[in-house]
C-alpha cells in the first residue's frame, strides 16, 4: 500500500531534550516536505526536499532540521525542543515536478506536546 | 507576515447549495494556488490547483477562480454535500529559479460545514 509514515504519532518531551521525528514513503517519490498546524496559523511549511541531499527551507525552519540521505526517508529533528514546538507535524511526499508537487500524500501527522 | 489569508475561519451551508471559500494573497510572485481539503485526525489532501495564466480551472463540483489583481482566489463547490465538511487550505507558489517551486504558503484554513 502507497503510503507515508511518521513516527511517533504521540511524543511528550521536555525543554531542550533532543527528539527526531522520522518520515518514510513507499512510493519512491523525489519530493518530501515537513509541515506543521497549529490553530489560527493553518499549515506553515518547515522543510522541503526535492531530492537526496537537496533540502531547502520553508516559512518556519527555526529550530529545526533535515537531512535527506536516502530517497524513502525524510527525518525531522529538533536538537533542543521549546515549547513553542508544541504542534501538529505533517510529513508529505510528491513524485516530483511543479505539476506534481500539489498532489502530495501527507502522512497521519504527529502530535508533539513540548514541556 | 501571513502571505496568504483566508479571513473567514468557519462557513456553513445547507446541502445543495453553493460553498464559496475565499482566499487572498499578498506577493504578486506567487503563479501557482493550490486547494487542499483536511478532515480530523488525517493529513490534507489535494483538491484542485490553477496556475496564474489561467482565471478559472473547474474539476467535477469544484471550480478555482483566479483573480490576479485583487490577488484573491475562490473555491466553489456546486452542489455542496455533507461529506464536503472539513477544514479547505489555500496555498500558493512561487517559481524563482532552481527548486523554489517546491516552497508552498497556506492559509489558516476554513472550517467548512454542509448541513443536511
Known amino acids: 500500500e502507497a503510503q507515508v509514515t511518521q513516527n511517533p504519532r504521540y511524543l511528550i518531551t521536555v525543554t531542550g531534550k533532543k527528539l527526531t521525528v522520522t518520515c518514510s514513503q513507499n512510493?519512491?517519490?523525489?519530493?518530501m516536505s515537513w509541515y506543521r498546524q497549529d490553530p489560527g496559523l493553518g499549515l506553515r511549511q518547515i522543510y522541503y526536499?526535492?531530492?537526496?541531499?537537496?533540502?531547502d527551507k520553508g516559512d518556519v525552519p527555526e529550530g529545526y532540521k533535515v537531512s535527506r540521505k536516502e530517497k524513502r526517508n525524510f527525518p525531522l529533528i529538533l536538537e533542543s525542543p521549546s515549547p513553542n514546538q508544541t504542534s501538529l507535524y505533517f510529513c508529505?511526499?510528491?513524485?516530483?515536478?511543479?505539476?506534481?508537487?500539489?498532489?502530495?500524500?501527507f502522512g497521519p501527522g504527529t502530535r508533539l506536546l513540548v514541556l | 507576515d501571513q502571505q496568504v489569508k483566508q479571513n473567514s475561519p468557519s462557513l456553513s451551508v445547507q446541502e445543495g447549495r453553493i460553498s464559496i471559500l475565499n482566499c487572498d494573497y499578498t506577493?504578486?510572485?506567487?503563479?501557482?494556488f493550490l486547494w487542499y481539503k483536511k478532515y480530523p485526525a488525517e493529513g490534507p489532501t489535494f483538491l484542485i490547483s490553477?496556475?496564474?495564466?489561467?482565471d478559472k480551472n473547474e474539476d467535477g463540483r469544484f471550480t478555482v477562480f483566479l483573480n490576479k489583481s485583487a490577488k484573491h482566489l475562490s473555491l466553489h463547490i456546486v452542489p455542496s454535500q455533507p461529506g464536503d465538511s472539513a477544514v479547505y487550505f489555500c496555498?500558493?507558489?512561487?517559481?524563482?529559479?532552481?527548486?523554489?517551486?517546491?516552497?508552498?504558503?497556506f492559509g489558516q484554513g476554513t472550517i467548512l460545514t454542509v448541513h443536511p
Open positions: 508529505a511526499s510528491s513524485l516530483s515536478g511543479r505539476g506534481l508537487v500539489e498532489t502530495q500524500y
Open positions: 496555498a500558493a507558489s512561487a517559481y524563482a529559479g532552481g527548486t523554489s517551486y517546491g516552497k508552498l504558503t
Open positions: 490553477i496556475s496564474s495564466i489561467k
Open positions: 506577493n504578486s510572485m506567487f503563479d501557482y
Open positions: 526536499s526535492m531530492n537526496v541531499e537537496v533540502t
Open positions: 512510493m519512491n517519490h523525489e519530493y
